[in-house]
């Protein structure tokens, strides 16, 4: 089956991606307006871009439900700064609830039950209750479209990074200890626990 995507509608376009893009891992992102105002939302289009300067990237979206982009988005061009937040098993439910899409002002720190945590460089808090996150300072948004179906891209260069010290030894992150959960399609996560190792093959081609 080949698909031209400009054949899909939005919505399958976008079941399209999700249900093959998997599993995702979940930045869980909080901000503040320019009134001080926290907000707390998920989003699974997350990953790293580099290591020098250490740089995170994650992608806001159009809210079908308000009719204009997420209010994380909003946030940051406000005030230029945020932490992504890992989600674990222990966090999940509250990262749940933080999904839900509430007008502007309302703290999803309180609605999902979760500590705002002081930051050591910026003034947007990280969640207490996670066991990994980034302090980041924008780098740069890039808008692909603001509409629906649309989104944008936000670039943070890390300033610190907190850490629970269970889940690290030696400099390396434990997965066993950190337990992330990734991002399906629909309302499906999984658990990621089932771990196996690859050796790369070198540049010499000898195979392992």
């Known amino acids: ?6 054949n899909l509608t939005t919505p399958d376009r976008y079941k399209l991606i999700i249900g093959s893009i998997v599993p995702r891992p979940i930045a869980w992102v909080s901000t503040m307006d320019a009134e001080g105002r926290l907000n707390l939302a998920p989003f699974s289009y997350f990953t790293a871009v580099s290591t020098d300067p250490m740089t995170l990237l994650f992608c806001p979206g159009w ?9 994380t988005l909003e946030n940051i061009r406000q005030v230029p700064e945020f932490v992504i937040n890992i989600t674990d098993e222990a966090t999940k439910e509250a990262m749940n609830l933080s999904a839900t899409e509430f ?3 309302v703290n999803e720190f309180e609605w999902a039950g979760v500590t705002p945590a002081p930051s050591q460089t ?8 996670s066991p990994i996150s980034f302090e980041c300072i924008l780098q740069q948004i ?6 629906p179906g649309g989104g944008a891209v936000v670039l943070g260069e890390v300033q610190a990074i907190h850490v629970r010290d269970e889940v690290i030894e030696n400099g390396r992150i434990l997965p066993e200890k950190l337990q992330p959960i990734g991002r399906l399609a629909g309302n499906t996560y999984a658990h990621i626990n089932d771990l196996f190792e690859m050796e790369r093959v070198p540049p010499d081609g000898r195979k392992p």
């Open 63 to 71: 809210s079908s439900v308000r009719g204009k982009m997420k209010d």
């Open 122 to 129: 910026i003034r947007v808090p990280r969640v207490a209750e």
């Open 142 to 147: 890039v808008v692909v479209k603001e509409g």
């Open 1 to 6: 089956m080949i698909i031209n995507p400009t």
């Open 103 to 105: 007008p502007p002002g």
